[in-house]
């Protein structure tokens, strides 16, 4: 009666069922099974390990990656209730979306196999390339927990990390400290008006922390504001999207940019020549990048405060 009762538990809950139903079509990771249900990364991974306290799924790790896939038969005594999951109506489309998903995912392993060549650690060659920079001052625009921070801190002289979450920053701190990097200053600001001192640092970088600011143009000009003549500013983002679940449980205010738009934001706040890199990444994602780069002219002065200029980007729906 006992493991009667905890099976209703763990099944009394929609997101749990809805996920339970996805493993038992297909074997999946937790960052599929996140776009597929559109709940944070921390709530999928609880919600699988119910499922697997239950035993009614099972764990396999392949490529660095770990997976997870139903292990219950119709022979199980729990299966009239798995089987009532597996046919009860598909509410949110998740059955379609998986298809899709299964669909992008051969794409994928046909790409990977044309890849599979030496020389494809992208992280090491990115440590490479930026040892040969030369020793920079830069600003983290929005640094999260800092898995950026710490590693521009590596070859840059002084890193600035800002963010508006005390908990993110404090974070970030911790793993600073861990890795004894002690050129970090984190600080805690809306980076629409930031207390740092105008035209004082060489690079600052903005990693997909635009598409949470309510006035991208603000964050802009800030940011184009900091640099010195001749700085540079690179911003990393995702191409327009239509995953409507990232408003409510990631925080985002704009669906992803049109890389255009943006160039046009970058040079109303003063940045020259703002070059666009396109890279396709795991096409199996709604989320795909790409990178802008922009200089702070030379001989300039500060654009006009963001409020006072025409928005390319439109203002961002909460
Ligand atoms: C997706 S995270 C990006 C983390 C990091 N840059 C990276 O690439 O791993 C976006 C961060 O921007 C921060 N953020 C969003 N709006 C902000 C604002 N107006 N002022 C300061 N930080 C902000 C959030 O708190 C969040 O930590």
Known sequence: MQELTEAFKTLGDPTRLRILRLVGEARLNVSEVVSLVGVAQSSVSHHLTRLKALELIREERQGGFTYYSLVVDEKAPLWPLIRLAKNAPDEHGDLARLTDLLRRREDVHTLNEKLLEPGQSWRLWA????????????????????????????????????????????????????????????????????????????????????????SCERVLTEGARLLKPGGRMVVLELLPHDEQWVRSSL?????????????????????????????????????????????????????APAALRKSPLGTSAS
């Open 127 to 214: 440590a490479a390339l930026a040892s040969l920079l030369p020793p920079l001052d830069l600003v983290d625009f929005g640094c999260g927990t800092g898995v950026l921070t710490v590693e521009l801190a590596r070859w840059a002289r002084h890193v600035t990390a800002i963010d508006r979450s005390a908990t993110a920053l404090h974070k970030a701190r911790v793993e600073a400290e861990r890795l004894g990097l002690h050129n970090i200053t984190f600080l805690e600001a809306n980076l629409e008006a930031l207390p740092l001192k105008s035209g004082a640092y060489d690079l600052v970088v903005l990693s997909q922390s635009l598409h949470h600011v309510e």
């Open 251 to 303: 925080g985002h205010r704009h669906l992803g940019f049109e890389p255009e738009a943006l160039r046009d934001a970058m040079r109303a706040a003063g940045l020259e020549a703002p070059t666009l890199v396109s890279a396709p990444r795991d096409v199996a994602s709604p989320f795909k990048a790409f990178l802008l780069t922009g200089t702070r002219a030379v001989s300039q002065s500060l654009p």
